[in-house]
């Protein structure tokens, strides 16, 4: 049973296809260098995490590997001599890439079950059997389609082999002082649990970063500690607000299944023309954003958010992405490759084309003329505050909404914070003169 992002016993169906085939299994994973690489630390660490974790659910049983995958598992199944390798199926391009090198490689059967997603990618299509490329009539036919229910399957699916020799999984790597969520399975459950007790309002609360109105559960669907099947049985007819963000997730792995490419390029090719801005000026205009120094609260606290733990409400992401590409016009790949460097539940089909809808180059992007204004993005979703004063300290003597604009208090904007970067209504302006271009083509 060879692990990668499905760090978790329960509902597993790649483990119950394997307990069909044998009594007993070896537990695998494989550190591979290619992915930790691009992961960055916090990724990394929540990873490691989770691996001691199911590590201490197998007893010590986990066998752990750094190296290639082309070169390791072929090692383990000739040592192991095993008749059969089981996996949750990969949709990314790289693991695609990397499976088919690792099946020819093994004398055994390459087994795929399941996969990351609620439906696996490339299984939701049109009647003439191509690929959706907007979500609404994605999201029918995904309902349409359905899921199977969640599969049973625990530690005790299999007898699991004590493996002769591993390597360590890594130390925590030094976060600054970033905290993360608790990781691994038990913790995944017991964070849906606590959302179920107020799902009732996730419709309502889900934009307001300011409230705990989110599940927070994403980490644990990068990392497969739990199933989204696991999440949609819980769930009824008054959920469809969550019911749907999951949909978004596996339309966003669908659309990179079927376009790899968009991982690194723009989806609307038409957006190739569109200029950004580079050079010293952009370089320093782009440290200012990714420090949260820009001088628009709701934009610097979601910044010192995601560098004070990992993570961002979703809210914030848009909000953030469009200061980036609209206020800035700098290049969306920058914004997600910071995004992937900090984010605990980076996922790179979620991360690129939610960018990309924000940049306007996507699926179902955002009208090219819609540029979010930070300080009503701000009063609006953040009404009272509470969200700026608490990622941003220097405005924390600033009462009610008039957080979202310093510069008008009394006595002049406190002086450690500093001024707006930029004029919001000039560079609103500047890039709709851009999108012009876009739209002459």
């Not at 955002?366 to 979010?372: G, K, L, N």
Request: net charge neutral; hydrophobic share 35%.
């Amino acid at each position: 049973m060879w692990f990668r992002r499905d760090l978790r016993l329960g509902d597993h169906p790649a483990l119950a296809e394997a307990g069909r085939a044998a009594e007993r299994v070896l537990a695998l994973f494989v550190l591979d260098p290619r992915l930790l690489e691009v992961s960055g630390a916090p990724r990394r660490t929540f990873l490691y995490r989770c691996l001691r974790e199911l590590d201490e659910r197998l007893d010590g049983r986990l066998l752990v590997l750094h190296g290639d995958p082309a070169d390791v598992v072929p090692r383990v199944v000739r040592e192991y001599e095993a008749g059969s390798v089981h996996v949750s199926a990969d949709a990314g391009p790289y693991g695609r890439e990397r499976d088919a090198l690792v099946e020819k490689a093994i004398d055994a059967e390459f087994v795929r079950t399941g996969s990351p997603y609620a439906i696996t990618p490339g299984r939701v299509v049109k009647g003439d059997g191509t690929p959706f490329k907007v979500f609404t009539p994605f999201y029918r036919a995904w309902t349409e389609h359905g899921w199977r229910g969640p599969a049973t399957t625990s530690k005790s699916t299999v007898d699991w082999i004590e493996p002769s020799t591993k390597d360590s999984i890594p130390d925590d790597e030094d976060l600054g002082g970033m905290s993360l969520p608790a990781a691994g399975e038990a913790a995944a459950r017991k964070a849906w649990r606590k959302f179920r007790e107020v799902r009732s309002e996730y419709a309502e609360h889900r934009d307001r970063p300011d409230l705990p109105g989110t599940s927070r559960i994403s980490p644990y669907l990068r990392w497969g500690c739990v199933h989204p099947r696991t999440l949609l049985a819980d769930l009824g007819a008054d959920d469809e607000a969550y019911r749907r963000e999951l949909a978004f997730r596996d339309f966003y792995a669908d659309v990179l299944w079927h376009r790899p490419e968009t991982a690194r390029e723009n989806y609307d090719r038409k957006f190739d023309v569109l200029p950004y801005d580079s050079g010293d000026k952009a370089d320093e205009l782009f440290d200012a954003w990714c420090a949260g120094q820009t001088g628009f609260p709701v934009v610097d606290a979601g910044m010192r958010q995601l560098l004070a733990e990992g993570w961002m409400h979703n809210r914030v992401r848009m909000i953030v992405a469009s200061f980036l590409a609209k206020d800035l016009h700098i290049w969306w790949r920058r914004g997600a490759s910071h995004f992937m460097r900090h984010l605990v539940d980076g996922d790179l089909a979620s991360n690129q084309h939610g960018w990309q809808w924000t940049a306007g180059s996507g699926t179902d992007a955002s009208p090219y003329f819609r540029v979010f204004n930070p300080i009503t993005q701000g009063e609006k979703f953040d009404p009272n505050g509470d969200y700026v004063r608490k990622y941003v300290p220097e405005l924390r003597g600033v009462q009610g909404k008039a957080v979202h604009q310093p510069w008008k208090l009394a006595g002049g904007r406190p002086k450690d914070y500093p001024a707006p970067i930029v004029d919001h209504a000039e560079e609103r302006l500047e890039a709709l003169r851009r999108y012009d271009i876009v739209k002459g083509r």
